[in-house]
């Protein structure tokens, strides 16, 4: 009877254990990027469709590069999704993402693959926005405001206390804005630009798209951000313009990659190749997200500010996703801007 005992124990603990590691194989540490409302969206149609449970953090791309830097050794999450492609090129060079070639890859857009091929796979393109600003009609409709048409509109002193913009430290939009006037203008006089700017300032948020939420309540009359969050505010009724600048505007591509040393390995590949398809990004215009697409074949929302009419720069991604550049551009502005802030 004893060893009848000890042979139920042994099953009962073999059970135990299976439907233990079968529920280990079933998770999935994920970080995302872009804004909370599609990140929701997204974790709950991958959990859905795959029956894998998702632990989702909610970071801004900076935040999310300094924290996978950090936790190198020992990393806890297994992917990250969106966020500007910066931080993720940056991660790349530093070998803290994998190489994954993705067998979506031949139904993307040049840009997307180029942004794969350009970090030997390591990440890779999901969505594309141009940066430029929403202001707040109905303030410039008080305060007798001229429409902003240019970078050079927004140093009038009439926007005094009136711009916010994100800290370039924390968010990937800022870091693209940063990176876009120094493109536009050389750096000496893109910092010049800032400063003058700063005087308007009236926050630098910690995340990129919160200026023109902060706009669309009324709270600043502009928020420099990236086009299509300017235009998910006025999809949702207030009264927001988007602006895409005269000079030239630089772009993100939103960006995914797979973390080195991720202990659910399997289900961050399957995450990424269903992130790629073109039935998941064909409803990111259901959380109000309006990006191009990077899958060639996937539903462009109607609303999506489109490449075609706005006046893009080349923007180097490879240049201003180099570790060490990113880090001496970051500190010239906490030097020469954060330490003066409003």
């Given at each position: 009877m004893g060893s009848v005992k000890i042979a139920a124990?042994?099953?009962?603990?073999?059970?135990?254990?299976?439907?233990?590691?079968?529920?280990?194989?079933?998770?999935?540490?994920?970080?995302?990027?872009?804004?909370?409302?599609?990140?929701?969206?997204?974790?709950?149609?991958?959990?859905?469709?795959?029956?894998?449970?998702?632990?989702?953090?909610?970071l801004s791309s900076g935040e999310t590069y300094a924290k996978i830097r950090a936790e190198a050794r020992n990393p806890k999450t297994d992917i990250w999704w969106a966020g500007t492609g910066d931080p993720h090129l940056q991660a790349a060079s530093e070998g803290l993402t994998l190489e994954y070639k993705s067998p979506m890859l031949g139904e993307l857009q040049d840009w997307a693959v180029k942004q794969a091929e350009s970090a030997g796979y390591r990440t890779v393109g999901v969505y594309a926005g141009a940066l430029g600003w929403g202001y707040n009609t109905e303030i410039f409709k008080q305060k007798n405001f001229k429409e902003p048409k240019c970078w050079a509109d927004l140093l009038d002193p009439a926007f005094k206390g009136e711009v916010q913009i994100a800290n370039p430290n924390s968010s990937g939009t800022?870091?693209?804005?940063?990176?876009?006037?120094?493109?536009?203008?050389?750096?000496?006089?893109?910092?010049?630009?800032?400063?003058?700017?700063?005087?308007?300032?009236?926050?630098?948020?910690?995340?990129?798209?919160a200026p023109v939420k902060a706009a669309a309540r009324g709270e600043t009359a502009i928020g420099i951000v990236f086009m299509h969050d300017a235009v998910a505010q006025a999809v949702e009724g207030f009264p927001v313009k988007s602006v895409a600048p005269c000079e030239g505007t630089g772009y993100?591509?939103?960006?995914?990659?797979?973390?080195?040393?991720?202990?659910?390995?399997?289900?961050?590949?399957?995450?990424?190749?269903?992130?790629?398809?073109?039935?998941?990004q064909s409803k990111m215009k259901e959380a109000k997200s309006f990006q191009l697409p990077s899958n060639k074949t996937a539903e462009i929302p109607k609303e999506a500010p489109k490449f075609e009419d706005i006046k893009l720069i080349d923007y180097d991604f490879k240049t201003y996703g180099d570790p060490a550049?990113?880090?001496?551009?970051?500190?010239r502005w906490d030097r020469e801007i954060g330490a003066n802030a409003n």
């Open positions: 124990a042994t099953l009962a603990a073999g059970v135990t254990f299976f439907a233990f590691s079968a529920h280990a194989d079933g998770n999935l540490n994920l970080i995302c990027s872009a804004d909370v409302v599609i990140c929701e969206q997204m974790e709950g149609a991958f959990e859905k469709e795959t029956g894998i449970s998702v632990n989702m953090v909610r800022a870091y693209t804005a940063l990176a876009t006037l120094v493109q536009i203008m050389g750096e000496d006089q893109a910092f010049d630009y800032l400063k003058k700017l700063n005087d308007n300032v009236s926050q630098y948020t910690k995340s990129g798209s993100e591509i939103g960006s995914m990659s797979i973390i080195k040393g991720a202990k659910n390995l399997d289900n961050a590949k399957k995450w990424y190749d269903w992130a790629l398809s073109p039935a998941v550049k990113r880090k001496a551009l970051l500190e």
